[in-house]
DNA sequence: TGTTAGCACTCGCCGGCAAGGAGTGCTAAT
DNA sequence: ATTAGCACTCCTTGCCGGCGAGTGCTAACA
């Protein structure tokens, strides 16, 4: 796969991928040696680009038509050509600035950032919360609602605030819910949900818990409340940025893509993979199987909270899209948000 | 304004906008006399259509085309020529099992509904949750957080949890949080968040409270807890469903159709339109000032909690909209809901 | 007087065709 | 190894003419 290139044939790689980025349409031999001077004629680009062809980093639509970058030759493009430069402090601190952060739930603070990250890249913005399970247990409480219901209110060390309802069969009286309520709000703080789950499954077992009414009860109700899992939250902002974009200009395509993004289950499975890896990750379209994208790149990083929590956020575009420009807003978003979250832990 | 057509007229008129709304194409005179048993030949209906074109019931793209109903013919055919039938027990029950509203919260109930409402209608579904002042205090719970911030929890006769963090300027110590929220929970129930602040308002005027220091503090704190307003939530169900009407089958009808949805601001002001007024409403696109939703039309009810809180669902979907069908969903609906949300209160 | 048949006319739609242009691949010259 | 030149390909655009759906008008009819 590591094919090499000389440096001419990179250059010229270089400047279509660069071209085609900027502009959405093929280019051809003459294009290229126009805008970027250099000292060849179109008849030697062909040459190389004729190589570069048979190699696999480029395409032609037709035989009369420029040349288009293939995903191989995005990945080239990216692996090997692209310089990111690092944000300049300057425009750390706008980008910063930009998120209004004070007094907003976890829900909110994701929303947000899907927001300004759609805002300033001009794509799609994609935000995975932290699933519930890896969040860590800061606060119970149990409300009383009409018919033997209970509302469960949970609340992470991140400020994450979680509800259910749970039917009850007994009916509890308030004091019990009480002295259950400072039970498990004095032994459970600090622990992640999956610990939780973890020694709940292990005590249940060892039935050695039968001996404390209080204590049985108070794992009765916890289990309720925090056994089974919540579903992936994925928050999109700015959809309608992909219609702007000329390779989704067609009805069907726009459909597509709207299909897409309305089923949440296939970026979830996409941003779960991006999740295990560390720092910005690359998703170019047909090289995923998900055909779903096709088309489509993803650029997206992991964040993460105290004790593990982790969740993914990233911009979603064509395969054409400026890489060099959202790479590192999509780097210093994901810093910026880890440290809000484990600001927020402390 | 109010005209009067004869039956013939009316007939012709009714056939012609099923016609249209079967088609989405315009509909010539033959083609009436044909699929509707008319005992007229295809001159005398073209007469009567020029008479209904006169009055402006009708228009035609140009003049070799059928005719297709203007915004007023479609008022008219709404108004006078719908017959809507309710749905049958059947009909009912079937809509009713095909919401699961178990263990949920106010949230998801909305979202439920809408994802509901789009999926039997083939439109877009759109829900406007109650308004925050107009919800029915339950209970209050304050968790606290790192650096003096406080959590609020909220906790609405519907099960609506609401969260917020204030920040406090004073370290509260744990006991004093827990008097405070217990002399909250006491005096606050039943109460609307309106006239809660009404009568917080009402007592830092006349500063008597100032004698008793931890109704003081009570009240410092909620009045930082339920203040200020929250922004109207509205879920959207089905978005894409917009895609598959050949209205708007164009790139730029698409856009179009995609910024109108995707900013709320439009939809909160029509939906609180329909709020207002009691029972199904309809709004036909070009009519309301808003051209926003051009070619477009809302078909929407209220639905009601305890204490006057008032939501409002709806469908909505191109002019051409299939009214029999849909009108008595959203009828039936918000029936539904507003039983569910008064049984919740009880 | 209301209804109908007949007919000329209008337009949008579609397929074919030719001109124009961008770009390639090959070859021969430098 | 590079480049100029040239024939060739194939998309795009605009134009033309035929087809068909539908209209409006007029004259005949009950």
């Not at 932290?130 to 800061?138: D, E, G, I």
């Not at 007994?170 to 600090?190: D, F, K």
């Not at 910005?280 to 909270?305: K, M, N, R, W, Y």
Request: proline share 3%; charged share 25%.
């Amino acid at each position: 796969m590591a094919e090499e290139l000389n440096q001419r044939s990179q250059d010229i790689l270089e400047a279509i991928v660069e071209d085609y980025i900027a502009s959405a349409e093929p280019v051809g031999s003459r294009a290229i040696t126009r805008r970027h001077a250099m000292d060849l004629s179109p008849a030697t680009v062909r040459n190389v680009m004729a190589d570069l062809e048979e190699m696999g980093f480029l395409c032609s639509p037709h035989t009369s038509a420029g040349r288009v970058p293939t995903s191989k030759g995005f990945h080239y493009y990216i692996d090997t050509l692209l310089e990111v430069r690092d944000l300049s402090p300057l425009e750390k601190e706008r980008l910063a600035k930009s998120y209004q952060f004070q007094g907003l739930q976890m829900e909110d603070v994701m929303q947000e950032v899907g927001r300004v990250l759609s805002g300033i890249s001009s794509y799609t913005g994609l935000v995975m919360a932290p699933k519930f399970a890896s969040t860590v247990f800061r606060h119970i409480e149990f409300v009383k609602l009409s018919h033997g219901r209970l509302l469960v209110i949970f609340v992470s060390e991140t400020g994450l605030v979680q509800n259910k309802v749970i039917e009850a069969e007994v009916e509890w009286s308030a004091q019990e819910l009480e002295r259950i309520t400072n039970y498990l709000n004095h032994t459970l703080p600090g622990m992640s949900i999956q610990e939780i789950r973890r020694r709940l499954a292990d005590e249940l077992q060892r039935e050695k818990a039968r001996f404390d009414q209080l204590q049985e009860k108070a794992m009765y109700l916890s289990k309720a409340a925090l056994m089974d899992e919540i579903e992936e939250k994925v928050f999109i902002s700015g959809t309608s940025r992909m219609l702007e974009q000329p390779e989704f200009s067609t009805p069907e395509k726009m459909k597509k893509i709207f299909h897409t993004l309305e089923s949440k289950e296939h970026l979830v499975k996409l941003l779960d993979q991006a999740q295990a890896a560390e720092g910005v990750q690359i998703f170019i379209g047909s090289q995923t199987e998900h055909d779903a994208i096709e088309g489509c790149s993803l650029i997206s990083s992991p964040f993460s909270g105290k004790k593990g929590a982790v969740g993914t956020l990233g911009v979603i575009g064509p395969v054409r899209m400026d890489y060099s420009h959202v790479i590192p807003i999509v780097d210093f978003t994901a810093q910026l948000v880890s440290r809000i979250l484990k600001r927020e832990a402390e």
